[in-house]
């Protein structure tokens, strides 16, 4: 189901939430090196098999804003901003406690179809335990990259190559599965 909150007069609605509460898989495009298997049920979003696989929203497009997830299973899970196309974004990467990275956030931004890392790599975060809901969320304001996990800045700094407007969504790496109980944008 599609919430949104309301604001004061004149300003913009939002922030829109998707609780996966019924199947609204018709609205996201999925980006993908190799698409990823993904379906919506008891109030969750999974992805699994796919390499490199974004789920943009459909319709929305910002340079400047904020994104989160609650997430319960991130085997290299993460968000994706200001995305161009299939080789041009930024993602902000996540992984539980049982995977061979254990507990790291990371940025990096794809260009031209590479991966670079952007503020170092592996930034350690408290445990975050499969299968308990956590908050991540990933925003971009002018040229300032921000990584919060349960509301708690981890990543933060400046990075200019991709000014925007771009989609966003949710991604799923490179291997196990991803799952995500809400998806929220601006």
Do not use: H
């Not at 497009?61 to 609650?70: H, L, N, P, R």
């Not at 990371?106 to 499969?130: D, H, L, M, Q, W």
């Not at 956590?134 to 921000?146: C, N, P």
Request: with cysteine.
């Amino acid at each position: 189901m599609l919430r949104r909150t309301m604001m004061a007069a004149g300003a913009p609605l939002g922030p829109f939430t998707d609780d996966f509460s019924t199947n609204t898989l018709g609205s996201y495009t999925e980006y993908a090196d190799t698409a990823a298997n993904w379906s919506i049920g008891s109030g969750e979003l999974s992805a699994t098999t796919g390499l490199q696989a974004i789920l943009a929203r459909n319709g929305v497009s910002f340079a400047d804003g904020e994104i989160s997830c609650v997430i319960n299973e991130a085997s290299d899970s993460g968000l994706v901003l200001r995305l161009i196309d299939n080789s041009n974004y930024y993602v902000a990467v996540i992984c539980d406690n049982s995977t061979p990275s254990p507990n790291i956030v990371n940025v990096y931004k794809r260009e031209a179809g590479f991966y670079a890392a952007v503020f170092g790599s592996n930034v350690s975060i408290p445990t975050f335990t499969r299968g308990t809901p956590t908050l991540f969320s990933f925003s971009a304001v002018g040229t300032l990259l921000t990584v919060k996990v349960n509301g708690v800045t981890y990543i933060s700094g400046t990075q200019s190559t991709f000014a925007g407007p771009g989609k966003c969504g949710p991604r799923m790496g490179s291997s196990g599965t991803s799952k995500f109980d809400s998806f929220t944008w601006p």
